[in-house]
């Protein structure tokens, strides 16, 4: 399967993210996009993960930041957006200066968001507008190696977006 179908295939519905954002876990949906993140491309790259309002996902890889999501939006995103999940490939999870705007601008419409780094992640919720951060040791939910196809030119990821940007 490719990094997308991947991904699809360990959400659960609300729960994948739901037990991270009030039960401070690791859940297998939110490993597995780490891990594509790290292992799925010739480099690691971001992802970034939108669960709209009918509990579909929309995946990109390697785009700057949200702002730039509208691209890929051409499928009919139901707002609002359930969460907005991304990784850090570098392994920091924290709220970057543009992460921040990307959270006050599309707060009307966005109830959580998740930033993914190596075994932390922080977390954002807008009914109490409250941010947590997160450290685990590795909870172990998927096999070694994970059995994607190695996608070694992803779409929309071209030269520009070698550097990593948070
Ligand atoms: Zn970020």
Redesign the pocket.
């Known amino acids: 399967m490719n990094w997308k179908e991947a991904i699809e295939s360990k959400y659960e519905g609300e729960s994948s993210i739901l037990n991270v954002l009030n039960g401070d876990e690791l859940t297998p949906f939110t490993e597995i996009i780490w891990r594509v993140s790290q292992e799925a491309f010739e480099s690691p790259k971001e992802i970034q993960v939108v669960i709209d309002d009918n509990d579909e996902l929309f995946m990109s890889v390697g785009t700057a930041s949200f702002v730039d999501f509208p691209h890929d939006m051409d499928g009919g995103m139901k707002l609002p957006i359930k969460c907005w999940i ?1 990784t ?1 490939p570098m392994g920091k999870a924290y ?2 200066g ?2 921040m705007r990307t959270l006050k601008s599309w707060h009307p419409l966005m109830k959580s968001a998740i ?1 993914l780094g190596y075994r932390e992640h922080q977390t954002w919720q807008k009914f109490d507008r409250q941010m947590k951060h997160v450290r685990y040791a590795h909870t172990k939910y998927l096999e070694n190696p994970l059995h994607i196809e190695k996608t070694t030119n992803p779409k929309g990821s071209g030269n520009e977006v070698e550097k990593v940007i ?1």
Do not use: A, M, N, Q
């Open positions: 991304h850090h709220w970057s543009t992460d930033v948070e």
